[in-house]
């Protein structure tokens, strides 16, 4: 036991989701069509043509999302990358997976924050700490935390389960992972929080990720809006699979990588971030995604936009150049015919 004296979770009094409101609600979601205005960027086109190859190639398209992917309303893109395995891994953080069992469950997700940390109820509802549960239960099934919620999710029938990508992963087979920093998300501050199964999932889901990374020659990384947990649990997995491909005679360093995010980045940005007195020098995904790891054959993008913009043009650009390549997104799957 500790020495130290302990905040005691049992105290906290959590209310109901309803009284909440939700930023993101299901009607706000946007519907799975070509932007009427397109992104517009010199490499886009080039960036797509890799994404292809690989698939046509078998080899892995890894996405790492932050949470706001989800709040932005584009679970519809993300659901539909899955079921055509033109993504055949999504990572994402806590907050991710949070928001994505919201939206699934109650129909909306997203919080107000000034709103209800004023009144110390910030995160602080009965039906989102569920997940703790599932988690826990996952933990004993010795399961992942993407994979565990996405099971509950489809297998209980949550009402929008079509909007779930956890849900979409679990119906394809497809690797959903979620990577968590303790006490950065809204249901460690909840009394049925055991900390060591969430530590246990999400270290499953680190090892399913490195699994996954370990295939990352030819292929295809896209970081999408996550400036700290996607560079760094992406760089972990990339030097532990290097070290083992080295002891048999392989390398990983010819791939692709891209970031899509909102920060301004120098035209030069393949040539290396700023010293380390410059502020942009510890904007990990120019240092780590952008530059180090493809140093050795590889290839980078960046792409600064909006994601309500990006992503579906990301989507509709590469399902227009695999639609007609048999075995690979092919629509009408078995998994994308269950969600309909």
Avoid at 1 to 24: A, K, N, P, V
Avoid at 291 to 316: E, K, M, N
């Amino acid at each position: 036991m500790s020495r130290y004296e302990q905040f005691d979770r049992r105290r906290i009094h959590l209310r109901d989701l309803r009284e909440r409101g939700h930023d993101l609600r299901v009607e706000s979601c946007l519907e799975l069509v070509s932007p009427a205005s397109p992104y517009g960027h010199p490499e886009f086109a080039q960036l797509v043509r890799q994404i292809v190859e690989a698939r046509r190639n078998d080899r892995p398209v890894i996405a790492m999302i932050g949470g706001h992917p989800i709040k932005l309303g584009l679970s519809r893109f993300l659901v539909d990358l899955i079921e055509r395995r033109i993504v055949t891994h999504l990572a994402t953080n806590g907050a991710g997976i949070i928001h994505d069992f919201e939206l699934a469950l109650a129909g909306g997700t997203s919080e107000s924050v000034p709103k209800w940390i004023r009144r110390g109820q910030f995160g602080l509802w009965r039906e989102t700490s569920r997940l703790n549960d599932i988690i826990a239960e996952g933990a004993r099934r010795g399961e992942g935390l993407g994979e565990c919620v996405g099971r509950v999710i489809q297998n209980e029938r949550f009402p929008h389960r079509h909007l779930s990508v956890a849900a979409a992963g679990w119906r394809a087979g497809v690797p959903v992972t979620s990577h968590v920093g303790i006490g950065s998300d809204i249901i460690h501050a909840h009394a049925n929080c055991d900390g060591a199964a969430l530590g246990a999932t999400s270290y499953t889901d680190f090892l399913i990720f490195a699994r996954s990374v370990e295939s990352l020659e030819g292929g295809v990384y896209l970081n999408i809006g996550s400036a700290v947990a996607g560079p760094e649990v992406y760089l972990k997995a990339l030097s532990m699979a290097r070290n083992v491909a080295q002891q048999q005679g392989r390398s990983i360093r010819r791939f692709t990588t891209a970031v899509f995010d909102l920060v301004s980045l120098p035209d030069n940005y393949r040539q290396g971030p700023p010293s380390k007195d410059h502020a942009q020098y510890y904007y990990r995904p120019w240092k780590t995604i952008l530059v180090r790891t493809v140093a050795d054959g590889g290839t980078s993008f960046y792409f600064q936009g909006d994601h309500r913009v990006t992503i579906p043009s990301l989507w509709s650009e590469t399902v227009k150049r695999l639609e007609s390549t048999p075995g690979v997104g092919a629509p009408g799957s078995p998994a994308a015919a269950e969600t309909r």
